[in-house]
């Protein structure tokens, strides 16, 4: 995009900065256009499920109620408690949307689709998911309260036990593709299962380390059944009780960026990104980004029916599931991963 | 030019959010800020062309190391006046170590003038992974020319992280307050309720 910036009569600085700003605005805001329509989706899914018809007032079939509740919560008032530690309050859901919209920098939409094709695009997400725990402690802190406290020390320990098998679950990946580039990674497993499917799932040592990493990821966004940190019959709201307003808003849309990226890495890693689905070349017509955004959204879906169906886990369980299940099981399966591609001779090839 | 505007910024937030981790009152502050110092020290490490480095530094240090801190920190009940107390009685060490930590100073910067430091030579079977990535090539240096010591290093931790299971761990006392997972798994409706069907005006024995 530089180039063509550059081709309008811009020196390269000029047409570096403003190919950078537009590239960064064309994924933010179709991303928070997406995050409006995907908790629509989640709430007709979830509607469905119970058998209710979910919102069906505002617009056609209710598309438009996101927008509605949007505006309802800009107009409200902004309160901030007396006791609150002010700058850190607000800082809190700044950091927390803040978090959520950088690690879409690396996400690859096509081959050339991406905003920063950097060698080291994994550990970028990685790192920066680490960082979303900062917005959660920082508000509970800050609000100087009882319940938000309990929620941030529950998100803190939660999100450091499942990083720990997601940095496991994401090495045997990388084991396997030779790189830490998401478009690499997404470029090898073309043909990988039996040179038909695209896609490291349908390896059988991988296929674990992928429903590890679905149920990790859903521990990861504090999703239920691991939603303890804003578990309602216990701790009100979690870290986001005192928050009112614009600054609650911006938990949320957080919240639902950071979903719709682990929806999108479960794509990434697991069943070849941008690749179509089975390796047959009229159906490389299609565009890259649409195979991608169908398989997102099949995971967001697969996120909905498990909120729809799958009761909260205890918060002791949340940990054993972490500790004693999910870090063992994954550290095996680096050790077999690494030695089967050891034995075969995959070892080289890539390094 | 776009390099030069990044360093300068990266650099002085590093430098001023350093300063402010030393003068903040309160203590969650000085972590909060020592965090922004770390993830602008990975800024200048990308500057540098260290992006492995830079992401471990924000993985290790400000995803797991610094979260620890302010977990801890944020649950101590810290009375500041009695901070500064400790202040005064502990000022002849504080001079000390900063005293120190100037002569480190002034003798890297002698050091750097000396010349190029050779520590990360590569052998000649090593120089072609050299000029691949900079993942590649920390790989290939740790895997062959220091081997012995990334496996010490390894060692090391892993003698730390026994110590501290070990020094954490206690065998529980009494059978209270254990749960036995497997137990509470089978447990079924059959064995785990009674049908009773007492008549009016008496009591159910269990």
């Known amino acids: 995009m530089t180039e ?38 989640d709430r007709k899914v979830w509607a469905a499920i119970n058998l209710r018809r979910g919102p069906n007032v505002v617009g056609p079939f209710g598309l438009l109620q996101s927008f509605a509740d949007g505006l309802k919560v800009f107009l409200q008032e902004t309160i901030i408690p007396s006791a609150a530690n002010k700058g850190i309050f607000i800082l809190a859901p700044i950091v927390t949307f803040t978090v959520a919209l950088a690690a879409w920098a690396v996400i690859p939409f096509s081959a050339t689709a991406v905003l920063a094709n950097i060698n080291v695009g994994l550990l970028y997400i990685l790192a920066i998911s680490s960082l979303s725990v900062y917005g959660v402690v920082m508000a509970g802190w800050a609000s100087n309260s009882k319940y938000p406290f309990f929620s941030a020390m529950r998100a803190a320990a939660q999100m450091i036990s499942y990083e720990v098998s997601i940095g496991f679950i994401l090495v045997s990946v990388v084991l396997y593709a030779g790189t830490f580039n998401l478009n690499e990674i997404v470029m090898a497993q073309k043909g990988h299962g039996f040179g038909i499917v695209n896609g490291y799932v349908f390896n059988l040592l991988l296929f674990p380390m992928w429903v590890m990493f679905f149920i990790s990821s859903l521990a990861e966004t504090q999703r239920v059944p691991f939603d303890l940190t804003e578990a309602e019959s216990e701790l009100v709201a979690g870290y986001q009780t005192e928050y009112s307003s614009m600054s609650f808003a911006l938990f949320w849309l957080g919240e639902y960026a950071n979903i719709l990226l682990m929806c999108m890495l479960n794509a990434l890693l697991f069943f070849g990104g941008w690749l179509p689905p089975i390796d047959w070349a009229p159906l490389y017509y299609v565009p890259g980004i649409v195979w991608l955004l169908l398989k997102a959204f099949f995971f967001f ?29 994954s550290l095996l399966f680096v050790v077999l991963i690494s030695g089967w591609l050891m034995a075969t001779g995959h070892y080289g090839a890539a390094a | 030019m776009i390099q030069t505007i990044a360093f300068y910024m990266f650099a002085v937030l590093v430098i001023a959010s350093a300063v402010m981790v030393i003068t903040a009152r309160n203590p969650v502050h000085s972590v909060l800020w020592l965090i922004l110092a770390f993830f602008n020290a990975a800024g200048l490490m990308v500057l540098v062309g260290a992006e492995f480095i830079a992401m471990l530094l924000v993985i290790v240090y400000v995803g797991a190391v610094a979260v620890l801190f302010l977990f801890v920190v944020m649950m101590l009940d810290i009375d500041v006046a009695e901070l500064r107390a400790g202040f005064v009685r502990n000022f002849p060490l504080g001079i000390v170590i900063a005293l120190v930590l100037l002569a480190e100073l002034v003798l890297g910067i002698g050091a750097y003038q000396v010349g190029a430091i050779e ?72 064995e785990a309720t009674q049908m009773k069907q007492p008549t009016v005006g008496k009591g159910v024995e269990l």
Do not use: C
């Open chain 1, 4 to 41: 063509f910036f550059q081709s309008l009569g811009m020196s390269y600085e000029w047409a570096w900065g403003v190919a950078t700003i537009s590239g960064i605005l064309l994924i933010a805001l179709p991303l928070m256009l997406a995050v409006a329509m995907i908790i629509y989706v």
């Open chain 2, 119 to 190: 520590l990360g030579t590569p052998m000649a079977s090593d120089a072609p992974a050299m000029l691949e990535s900079n993942t590649g090539a920390i790989g290939a240096l740790l895997y062959t020319k220091y081997l012995f010591l990334f496996e010490a290093a390894g060692l090391i931790l892993l003698v730390a992280m026994i110590g501290a299971i070990v020094l954490t761990h206690r065998p529980p006392k009494t059978k209270r307050g254990h749960q036995d997972i497997g137990k509470q798994n089978r447990r079924n409706p059959d």
């Open chain 1, 301 to 329: 879906f697969m996120f909905s029916w498990v909120m729809a169906t799958v009761p909260r886990y205890r918060y002791d369980q949340l940990m054993r599931l972490g500790w004693k299940v999910f870090l063992p099981i």
